[in-house]
């Protein structure tokens, strides 16, 4: 979440220097230099100073229509490294998101400053970093199999061994044209202007390219019908973020849409094969966005975990342990007798989740419910494998 200090600190004063008397408008030139000189800036930003900017924010932003000055100043600091396009795109798309946190937090100026500054935050807040999960005791005594001896350099027998096909990120553009410019303006590129249309400095090759790019459906399509030709696979697993990167025109039509048409396609070229999904931060419409029950539940990414559900089935049953699936996006389930694939949703570990502001502790149990399978799994004397997007301490 501290990624996001910058930013929202430069909102606090913009809201402040127009809630002020006789304010002078700010330019598109005036904001560059204020971001400029802030970013340049040797002072520390401590938490008595911002808690003192952050109060009477708050008090601004109860009594003031400030929303449209927000969205003004986040589009002319974006704008300055990126097209208005993009800009207006991801405005819109974390404006309900954004004010529904923000005015919560107004109400809590010191836990606005938590998340901004290290020095704010209080350890031992339940809500904030001072949550934790009990532990259930260890068990007294367990028995484990044996592991099967190893064979002997004469020995001509097998080793029982899983062939796994592992794919993630594959990002498919489905607008990618061949030709089309690739080294563009934009944070992505290859889509839009076919080819002959004009002489870019750098054309998408047909397949895909290397750099500001996502793959073309034909290359994933490609790629698969190779695997299932020329590999026998006992299970794959996919490890989420199949939406391309065009974060500021994300809908949950079109994601729906993309995993429906993906998922069909790895099923059609593998039919008899276990197939087993697990979300990315990009399956997040607006992106990195996962909204825990407790907030409003018109935030509730309910249809990506019924889509979820869908993709994992025949091979995951919706049982009592896999309720999950469409609670948290999370499950659990045995792959072989003593293997046992427990995926868990990332997304509720990014730093960009706005919904995290108002209350970190477990979003949705998830850390609670991954304890009881593992002690499960441990009872069971089974082997765990995890299944998750983001590693542990990146984002």
Excluded at 24 to 50: F, H, I, W, Y
Excluded at 170 to 182: K, N, Q, T
Excluded at 231 to 259: A, C, F, N, P, R
Aim: hydrophobic share 35%; aromatic share 10%; glycine share 6%.
């Amino acid at each position: 979440m501290r990624l996001l200090s910058f930013p929202l600190f430069s909102l606090f004063l913009l809201v402040l220097c127009h809630a002020a008397p006789n304010k002078k408008k700010m330019n598109k030139k005036d904001l560059t230099k204020m971001v400029k000189d802030l970013r340049e800036s040797n002072e520390p930003v401590t938490c008595v100073g911002c808690i003192a900017v952050a109060a009477p924010l708050a008090y601004v932003a109860r009594l003031t229509p400030t929303e449209g000055i927000i969205l003004w100043f986040a589009k002319m600091i974006c704008s300055i490294n990126q097209p208005m396009e993009v800009c207006d795109g991801i405005t819109q798309q974390f404006r309900e998101e954004f004010f529904y946190v923000f005015r919560r937090l107004a109400n809590d100026p010191g836990k606005i400053c938590a998340a901004l500054i290290p020095g704010c935050v209080d350890p031992s807040d339940p809500d904030g970093e001072g949550w934790n999960i009990p532990l259930p005791p260890r068990p007294l005594s367990l028995t484990f199999p044996s592991p099967p001896p190893s064979p002997s350099p004469s020995s001509t027998s097998t080793p029982n061994i899983l062939k796994v096909l592992q794919i993630t990120d594959i990002h498919i553009d489905f607008h990618y044209e061949p030709g089309s410019e690739a080294e563009c303006s934009d944070p992505v590129c290859c889509r839009g202007r076919g080819r002959g249309s004009h002489n870019p400095s750098v054309a998408a090759g047909f397949w895909g390219t290397i750099g500001k790019c996502d793959i073309p459906y034909r290359t994933m399509e490609n790629m698969l019908s190779h695997i299932s030709k020329n590999h026998q696979v006992d299970y794959i697993m996919v490890g989420g973020d199949i939406i391309d990167h065009y974060d500021w025109k994300y809908s949950w039509e079109g994601t729906l849409e993309v995993l429906r048409n993906v998922s069909s396609l790895f099923k059609e070229q593998f039919p008899t094969t276990p197939i087993y999904w697990a979300l990315g931060n990009h399956e997040g419409v607006p992106v990195n966005s996962f909204a825990p029950h407790s907030v409003d539940e018109q935030f509730w990414p309910i249809h990506l975990y019924d889509q979820l559900t869908q993709m994992n089935k025949p091979w995951i049953k919706e049982d009592e342990d896999n309720k999950s699936s469409r609670y948290r996006g999370s499950w659990s389930t045995l792959v072989t007798d003593r293997l046992r694939l427990i995926s868990i949703n990332t997304g509720f570990c990014i730093n960009t989740n706005f919904f995290l502001y108002l209350n970190q502790s477990d979003p949705d149990g998830t850390m609670t419910w991954f304890v009881e399978q593992m002690k499960k799994a441990e009872l069971a004397g089974e082997n765990v494998h995890i299944l998750a997007h983001i590693p542990p301490r990146i984002l």
